[in-house]
């Protein structure tokens, strides 16, 4: 029942049942299996290409994976357990503390708990609740959480002491990393939603004693998770726990009285609750992947995918759609919500993971239906108490569970998801970092690509030194015969397998579309050179640490334990040196965890006895260990091994310089484009990396505040390298931070400049026009020069400093402008600084006000709460009235929302032509122009001088042709 031109249902033909019998068991099929037993040597090909033992040690016999719709339903084994027959009508539920009801439910050594995870980042129980199980003897237990999250990662402790020796259902980040490295005894058994549901239906995982959070309770067990301090909105992921654990413990703050409405669980499941002072904070369910982003290419991929949605002509009114928790697919999302407004669009239904933006849609008509099983906002939390019965709770078994007569996922034409990889053949990687490491759970992935018409993944082609798109994936998590497109900022992949997709696009040219259509080998070459190198397997021990199932239970990938590397290497270097006999040979060895490193150990050591040699040291060891490190990191950290333990202090003007000076445009005093100013921390090679791909105006490389004391020497190295060739920062204004007017800032600049020229310096912590006179003998001293070529701006950060603000940006002409650090002024004032920064505006305006006197711009300073565009576009428009020029960011994706605040509105840019026309035209007497409000207003030498700097701005950004404005503007200036 879709429209004309929707991809027709041919490609899910293939969804029959497999009529062969898939090789080994189930693990749970036999209760004696010895879980000891070695990994078998005997191992197949499953259909993803993978080699898989036919046993694993530590989760058992293997089932192969035939296909993503190849194999048939088990029937089902766990049956909802007898309650006892004690349950008589004067039976207490409620128990006194977790100890009592841990002992009331018979759990043993050995046993299965489980938990939900819908409090995500922000729970408490999971980690209490082992707690106080190994502090009451409990060894051998496995967990079967929906999930882990960093939130949990206090449960490694009992990884080691072995409460804990097994996960079934996978986890996040430092709890994976532990995992990866072999601390838990046994393995993980990496399942999507779906397949958890499947598996303890079918007997894969026996529930012992669930623990299940609620926000809302009452005595008799009936809970729900859209009411209370710490609502978390559905409690969907607990629903088959609750309904085939052999014992159900409810867990609340919050009890009320019988009975408790809505109810998510009902008191029928129930054996016991009991009452905490909290179960979390629901402030945390919102974490870094599930927000919004505004970055740049994230914001162009979320419109290409949009585009394609359409160009397959999926936006029509009985569309039903689902998008993932990463910010790339929750981008997507918001460009979709413009097309349907656009177009007049009504979507059927959304399902959700739901935030904030599905329930905007919901509530302006956008969608008729929001399902949820996971709220990834509290938006969506409150929305599902004020929106129903349009907005409701469905259980994970009806959402994914691929063995029932039907599910939602089945229902999606469209599916938005992300990758870590994806390959050649458009298999998806979501579980495992490239090197290795365990990092994320697979979530509903698998689930809605295999249910849903069109599975598109959005991903940048590469991030960091990694390239995105690769021959063969670390891990699968997904099969590419599930995976429709792949969307990238180099362009759209659609999956071969789909001619019914490629039947819709043939023939349109990337106008038409909107996008620009390319071949997945296309998109691998454009990671290669974005990355810079070619992708390499792990090194990997033979120890399997984790399995990952397909939905059906069957056997898609294995993780194997990576071969230990230092920690902190990726884009860095860990060097150290040591002094041999004076006068002997020096000696360097380079160590390299990678198989496509930028530069091989051979020229890692030349490289080295090089600079030993430049610096005339004999008798020293360098030893560097590396993975993805760059020439200029890893001669940053070998000559900040060497100058540490050099028998002679190697002067900070001395320097190994890795490539010649790159040229840049000459500094521009005036330059009319500091709308951003975006911080970098000086000892962060990626982060200096990106520095000429910001959206910023300027960046300031930071050595002061941003950098670890003992870092500092390492950072002004790194920084050297960066500003003299490293980073190509184009444009963009480069400035540096140093540690102040002392012997640490002198060192700062003695390394950098001679070397390096950045376009301005900003000065911490100025008090008095003395130490920018100080500053500036230094630097003429350390260039050779009479009067120094770089521009200041003072950092006014006590109050001893505002006093004397005018004073100190009237102390030279290199000054082109004046800034606050809020944090050190309000410490010193003895107050907290506040969001909205009310104690500090007497000082703020003193400090404009001696901007404006001198003639100079004015910055305000940070805006220190993160993914708050609202909140920072409103600080950034108190700036602007109160006369700020710009402002200092501390993350990229901030610098958009202060370049969109700090630009001319559009009535102030009519308004600036009008006064500059009008003012050209003038032949005397009193001179008028008339506003964009269409009101008469005088034109005097300010008005003009105002409006000259407005054109300035808009003829930089492109918004006003220079060709037509430029001449005016200066034909203006020389009359005033």
């Known amino acids: 029942d879709v429209p004309d031109g929707v991809p027709d249902s041919d490609f899910f033909q293939r969804k029959k049942p497999f009529s062969g019998t898939p090789s080994g068991t189930s693990i749970m099929e036999n209760t004696q299996i010895d879980l000891e037993q070695p ?22 016999p293997t089932r192969r994976y035939e296909g993503a719709y190849a194999s048939t339903p088990k029937p089902a084994e766990a049956l909802p357990p007898f309650r006892p027959t004690t349950r008589l009508p004067t039976t207490q539920k409620r128990s006194d503390s977790l100890e009592e009801a841990i002992r009331a439910s018979g759990l043993q050594s050995g046993m299965t708990i489980s938990f939900h995870h819908h409090l995500r980042a922000g729970d408490g129980v999971v980690v209490p609740v082992v707690a106080k199980l190994s502090e009451m003897g409990f060894r051998n237990l496995t967990i079967a959480p929906s999930s882990l999250h960093e939130g949990q990662k206090g ?16 986890c996040n980040m430092s709890i994976g990393k532990a995992v990866s490295r072999g601390e838990l005894k046994h393995t993980m058994v990496v399942r999507s939603h779906g397949a958890r549901v499947r598996a303890v239906k079918e007997g894969d995982i026996s529930i012992d004693v669930a623990f299940l959070a609620a926000s809302e309770a009452d005595d008799q067990g009936n809970c729900n998770g859209v009411h209370g301090k710490n609502a978390c909105g559905p409690l969907a992921y607990g629903a088959i726990d609750a309904k085939l654990a052999r014992h159900v413990i409810v867990i609340t703050d919050n009890l009320v009285e019988y009975p408790c409405t809505p109810i998510s669980i009902s008191e029928n499941y129930v054996d016991q609750v009991v009452v905490v002072p909290s179960i979390g904070d629901n402030r945390k369910i919102v974490a870094g992947t599930t927000r919004l982003s505004t970055d740049p290419i994230v914001m162009d991929i979320g419109d290409k995918c949009a585009r394609l949605i359409s160009a397959l ?6 569309l039903v759609f689902q998008a993932g928790a990463g910010g790339t697919s929750l981008t997507a999302m918001w460009s979709l919500k413009t097309m349907l407004q656009e177009r007049g669009v009504t979507a059927k239904m959304a399902n959700g993971g739901t935030t904030c933006i599905l329930v905007e849609m919901l509530r302006e008509g956008l969608v008729r239906k929001l399902t ?3 709220a990834f906002d509290l938006a969506a939390v409150e929305s599902m108490c004020d929106d129903y019965p349009k907005h409701v709770e469905t259980d994970i078994d009806q959402y994914a569970n691929p063995h029932n007569a039907g599910n939602v996922c089945n229902q999606l034409d469209i599916m938005v998801a992300g990758a870590t990889e994806v390959d050649l053949d458009f298999n998806v990687n979501c579980n495992t970092h490239s090197d290795g490491t365990f990092q ?3 979530g509903g992935h698998q689930d809605t690509a295999a249910g849903a018409k069109l599975c598109i993944v959005t991903m940048r082609c590469a991030r960091r030194a990694m390239p995105g798109i690769i021959d063969k994936v670390t891990t699968v998590t997904t099969p590419g015969e599930c995976i429709g497109a792949i969307v990238t900022e180099e362009g759209v992949a659609i999956n071969p397998r789909r001619a019914d997709l490629l039947r819709l696009v043939e023939g349109k040219t990337e106008e038409e579309l909107g996008f620009k259509l390319v071949t997945i080998e296309h998109l691998r070459d454009r990671a290669i050179q974005l990355a810079g190198r070619v992708h390499s397997a792990p090194r990997v021990k033979e120890r399997i640490v984790g399995v990952i199932e397909w939905r059906d239970g069957t056997v898609l990938d294995v993780v194997r334990e990576p071969v230990p590397r230092p920690a902190g290497l990726g884009n860095n270097a860990q060097a150290r040196a040591e002094l041999l006999e004076e006068g002997s040979e020096n000696v360097v060895e380079a160590i390299c965890y990678d198989d496509t490193p930028f530069m091989t150990t051979a020229q890692v050591e030349a490289m080295g006895h090089q600079m030993l040699h430049q610096f005339g040291i004999r008798g020293m060891k360098l030893t560097v260990e590396y993975d993805l490190a760059q020439a200029w990191v890893l001669a940053s950290s070998m000559e900040n091994a060497a100058r540490a333990v050099a028998r002679t202090p190697i002067p900070w003007s001395a320097a190994y310089c890795v490539e010649e000076r790159r040229e840049y445009p000459p500094t521009d005093p005036a330059h009319p484009l500091r709308r951003s100013h975006l911080y970098i921390p000086g000892a962060d090679p990626y982060m200096l990396s990106k520095g000429g791909a910001t959206p910023a105006d300027g960046v300031i490389l930071d050595l002061e505040d ?14 050297r390298h960066a500003l003299r060739h490293a980073v190509n920062f184009g444009t963009t204004e480069r400035w540096i931070r140093i540690n102040g007017v002392d012997e640490l800032g002198f060192s700062d600049i003695e390394c950098i400049l001679p070397h390096a020229l950045p376009n301005g310096i900003v000065v911490p912590k100025v008090e008095t026009a003395e130490e920018i006179r100080q500053l500036e003998e230094k630097i003429c001293s350390i260039l050779g020069v009479a009067e120094s070529p770089i521009l200041l701006i003072p950092l006014i950060e006590s109050p001893l400093g505002v006093e004397n603000a005018f004073q100190i940006v009237s102390a030279s002409p290199r000054i082109v402008g004046l800034s606050m650090g809020l944090e050190d002024y309000t410490q010193e004032l003895g107050v907290p600084r506040t969001k909205d920064d009310f104690e500090s505006q007497w000082a703020l305006s003193r400090i404009v006000n001696a901007a404006a006197t001198a003639g100079v711009q004015c910055f305000d300073s940070v805006y220190s709460t993160l993914n708050d565009n609202e909140g920072l576009d409103a600080s950034c428009q108190r700036a602007k009235t109160k006369g700020f020029w710009g402002k200092r960011c501390i993350n990229p994706n901030q610098c958009p929302v202060v370049n969109a605040a700090f630009m001319p509105s559009e009535a102030e840019t009519f308004d600036a032509q009008a006064v500059v026309t009008a003012f050209l035209k003038a032949t005397g007497g009193v001179t008028k122009y008339v506003n964009k409000a269409g009101k008469s207003k005088m034109v005097d030498r300010p008005v003009v001088l105002r409006a000259i700097k407005t054109l300035r701005r808009c003829v930089s950004t492109g918004r006003l042709d220079a060709a037509e404005w430029t001449p005016k503007m200066e034909d203006a200036r020389a009359r005033v």
Do not use: W
């Open 39 to 60: 990994t078998s040597q005997e191992t197949y090909i499953n259909a993803v290409g993978r080699e898989i033992p036919i046993f694993i040690k530590g989760y058992g």
């Open 155 to 170: 449960i490694i402790d009992y990884f080691k002491n072995g409460t804990i020796v097994k996960v079934e259902t996978g």
């Open 313 to 318: 002509n999926f936006i029509h009114n009985d």
């Open 372 to 374: 949820t099983c996971q």
């Open 440 to 442: 994320h759970n697979t």
């Open 706 to 719: 941003a950098v670890d004391p003992a870092k500092k020497p390492f950072a002004r190295i790194l920084m």
